[in-house]
């Protein structure tokens, strides 16, 4: 145990010292990560940045800062390790900042009017923890964290936003730091405080916002790679999911366990701009 | 100013399977249709490489935009009701078809003893078994009578399944042979026998091979795809309403559909109800659509709701008991389909493959199958595995005691991806006289209506009969060689999740006038031109999914329809 956590210090240092923290370049200034990734020529650091998706830039949010805490928070929920990438390779952060940005970001299908009661009822309301998998008729099929209950006036990205602004003042309060600078064990416990409902905060309950960053982690791991995680199926293959497929007839009956090397929703929709009618 | 339409003979309010099935009835009797939905249109080129889980599973694609409209909940009568908000915590189907576009097919009849269960009780166990405040009443109508519309709704659907030892011997067989027997479903069969118990197949809306309807209508094979409930079917082989019933009543040039089309009123003189105002959501006009008849099929919440935005019926009062608009509320809410899930260290299934009722069952604590005498909850439910096809995002099943998140959740959730089952109970769900609709006092939808209140809380019926599915549960898992076995654990509380569409009640069926909104043939008592048509009729929950009773019932519906349009007056 002790030695894991060496490694993930170590690692953590490397990303530090290297100017590599999710995906992206950490310079000192405005400018710096542009200046840095032109003067450093052929260094890993460069040819990890042309092996990004060009899909990986920000949308949503506007502050560099806000998107490396929110980075380093998805990684503390599914870290790197001896299985495969953790959240960070696989997009993840990237992929809640699309989905931030979209309609699920403003609540576009989300009964939103007032009044947004702020009490004890609604307290109570926000603090039940049914897991999405245990609500009822068919609910297996969803993922097992609780359902995050909305109560309040901001949308799901203004929530994020505040959610990630706290968890930096939380830091700077218990620890004198950044998030992105503290240690594994001392993130954990930021993020344990959240989860527990030990810190304030605005007008929404701060297990809301957990509840919301544990799900959207799972699902950047775990999604189809259209929406910016889950890069290169590695979530897929890490856990042997074949993706979409036409069908199944001829194997589910098999007593094996068949691994197949996964396809995604483009392989299946026979997507791009190529078709049939062009080809043939 | 609403512009006036022409009069019609039937005008339909919300088209799945309800409205699907009144649609295609009234088409092929020569009536002229018009029938209104509040959804966009839909077919099978809408679902043609559907297989997404994020847009469809996580964000609901197919669910009711709830920017427009939702209900409030609250437990008790002197709590307010918040709105439930999103659709992680709300979900009902919407667009053409319905839900029965994303449901999952699990296909079983009520049985004798639900149709006449407070008969049967008292028969059996005397008056003093039920408790005071349980509303349980007979339906109205008997399983000998459902029986032929079960038999048209399954014939329709094109039902895959195999006789259940303990059900009523069929007249017909299902229409189709059962699904194929995969590993899980094996393991579960076998484990049942060995302790004494009645396995089958459960009956499903999933094609075993090709079938033509008696409508002439074609569905596929079905590919055991895994993307089943919650998606439309890429390949036309799952029963919906869009593959049978919408189409048989497209061929109709009697038959005219509107999409986006929002009712807000049934018009109403005090005695016959004369048409509805609906809104055109996509330009903002009002339309008055006259009709001699006015069928209301659309969710059990808009049912609800529209009767009593009409002023329609006598609306229930909690306090005095009397009234039956909203009375009988009831659903398969956090209590139902609980269980336990078993872990296998050393086995792996492909539960990546599935479909949406693939699965096997035990009827063995359903209904009155079982001495209640000295058990502390009345009805049962099905004991049931299920091989849905499980997602990438789903599929996070980890042991009871292992952290939510970081390395040993993801060590947990890779490990256990293809080694868990779950297995669960559908009990029956009673009503209560505290259980019940109204309008919100305070929150409102687009149009500045009141939106549905859910007054809703859990009884010890519900937690018991949860305890006693979970330990039957156990039993069977232990029996399958699970080496963990973690118990589902029962809910203190009703928590505001509406999730399952599994919601009924409110504008019951019956045959007493001060305890029932419609009678048998679903024709309103109080306004003989008015057929209330779902879920919405249900008394009680019955032991088993619902969607096959709420086929049954359409079609009798469809029948005392067009015996009123010959005869007129109440039917019964």
């Known amino acids: 145990m002790a030695e894991k956590n060496e490694e993930q210090l170590s690692r953590r240092r490397f990303l530090k010292n290297s100017g590599m923290v999710a995906g992206g370049v950490v310079g000192g200034s405005l400018l710096g990560g542009l200046l840095t990734s032109q003067l450093q020529t052929k260094d890993t650091t460069d040819s990890k940045q042309e092996n990004e998706p060009l899909q990986h830039a920000r949308m949503f949010f506007s502050r560099k800062e806000d998107f490396d805490t929110l980075a380093a928070a998805t990684e ?38 007032d009044p947004f009661d702020q009490n004890e009822h609604v307290y109570e309301y926000q603090h039940k923890d049914t897991r999405q998998d245990k609500a009822g008729p068919n609910t297996s099929t969803q993922a097992p964290t609780p359902t995050p209950r909305y109560q309040t006036r901001m949308n799901r990205g203004e929530l994020f936003l505040a959610g990630i602004r706290r968890i930096q003042e939380v830091s700077e309060e218990e620890y004198g730091e950044t998030f992105v600078a503290l240690d594994a064990e001392q993130q954990d416990k930021i993020l344990q405080m959240f989860e527990a409902g030990e810190v304030e905060m605005n007008a929404v309950a701060p297990v809301t916002f957990f509840n919301f960053l544990l799900q959207t982690t799972l699902e950047g791991v775990y999604s189809d790679p259209v929406y910016g995680g889950n890069k290169n199926m590695m979530g897929w293959k890490m856990k042997e999911y074949p993706g979409p497929r036409m069908g199944y007839t001829e194997e589910i009956e098999e007593e094996e366990f068949i691994v197949m090397e996964p396809k995604s929703l483009r392989d299946y929709q026979g997507g791009g701009t190529s078709n049939g009618n062009q080809t043939g | 100013m609403a512009t006036k339409l022409d009069k019609v003979d039937v005008v339909v309010v919300g088209v799945g399977w309800a409205g699907g099935i009144i649609s295609a009835e009234m088409a092929k009797a020569g009536k002229k249709v018009v029938a209104l939905e509040r959804g966009r ?55 053409l078809g319905g839900g029965s576009v994303h449901w999952a097919g699990a296909t079983y009849r009520y049985w004798p003893y639900d149709f006449e269960i407070r008969s049967k009780t008292i028969e059996r166990y005397g008056e003093d078994k039920i408790p005071e405040g349980m509303q349980l009443q007979d339906w109205g109508i008997t399983y000998e009578e459902m029986e032929k519309y079960y038999d048209k709704w399954e014939k329709t659907a094109g039902i895959s399944g195999e006789q259940d030892p303990l059900a009523p011997k069929r007249k017909n067989d299902w229409p189709n042979p059962p699904l194929k027997e995969t590993p899980p479903l094996k393991l579960f069969k076998d484990a049942a026998k060995n302790l004494g118990y009645h396995p089958f197949q459960i009956a499903a809306g999933n094609m075993s091979q090709r079938y033509e ?14 993307f089943c409930t919650h998606y439309g079917c890429d390949f036309g082989a799952k029963s919906d309403a869009l593959v049978t019933v919408i189409p048989t009543a497209l061929k109709h040039d009697n038959f005219e559909l509107r999409t986006h089309a929002y009712v807000r009123r049934v018009l109403y003189d005090g005695d016959k109800a004369k048409g509805v105002m609906y809104v055109d959501t996509m330009t903002g006009q009002e339309y008055e659509q006259p009709a001699d008849v006015v069928v209301l099929s659309a969710f059990t919440f808009t049912n609800n709701r529209l009767l009593m935005l009409s002023d329609i019926g006598r609306p229930y009062d909690p306090e005095t008991r009397k009234g039956v608009i909203g009375r009988n509320f009831n659903g398969q809410y956090n209590s139902v389909h609980l269980g336990a899930r078993g872990f296998f260290d050393n086995k792996k299934f492909n539960l990546y493959m599935g479909a949406g009722a693939l699965g096997a069952a035990i009827n063995d604590f359903a209904a009155d199958n079982f001495d209640h005498s000295d058990l502390d909850f009345l009805g049962g439910g099905a004991i049931e595995i299920r091989q849905y096809g499980d997602g990438a995002i789903t599929s996070n099943k980890v042991p009871d005691g292992t952290p939510r998140w970081g390395k040993e959740f993801k060590k947990n959730s890779i490990f256990y991806a293809h080694r868990s089952l779950q297995l669960w109970y559908t009990p029956i769900v009673m009503s209560w006289w505290h259980n019940y609709l109204d309008l ?9 209506d009141p939106l549905l209140r859910v007054t809703y809380k859990l009884t010890d019926q519900d937690r018991n009969i949860a305890k006693f599915g979970i330990e039957k549960c156990h039993e069977i898992l232990e029996e399958m060689g699970a080496d963990i076995i973690d118990d589902d654990e029962v809910p203190k509380e009703f928590d505001h999740i509406f999730f399952g569409g599994h919601y009924t009640g409110g504008v019951v069926m019956g045959d007493d006038p001060a305890t029932s909104a419609v009678n048998s043939y679903l024709q309103m008592w109080d306004v003989d031109n008015l057929f209330v048509v779902g879920g919405s009729a249900f008394p009680q929950f019955g032991s088993h999914h619902p969607t096959p009773t709420i086929g049954a019932l359409a079609y009798r519906a469809a029948e005392g329809i067009e015996k009123y349009m010959e005869n007129g007056g109440q039917l019964v």
């Open chain 2, 41 to 95: 249109s839909a077919k099978t080129e809408d679902y043609i490489g559907v297989k997404d889980e994020l847009r469809y599973t996580n964000r609901f694609e197919l669910m009711q935009d709830l920017s427009h409209e939702t209900v409030t909940s609250r437990n008790n009568l002197d709590e307010t009701a918040l709105p439930v908000r999103t659709r992680d915590e709300m979900m009902a189907g919407t667009d």
């Open chain 1, 76 to 113: 503390r929920i599914f870290p790197e390790d001896d299985l495969g990438p953790g959240a960070i390779e696989l997009g993840v952060p990237y992929f809640i900042d699309k989905q931030l940005a979209g309609s699920w970001g403003t609540n576009a299908k989300a009964y939103m009017r």
């Open chain 2, 440 to 448: 919100d006092p305070t929150y409102k939808d687009d149009f500045g």
């Open chain 2, 213 to 226: 309807n008696p409508d002439g209508q074609v569905l596929n094979p079905c590919m055991y795809c895994a």
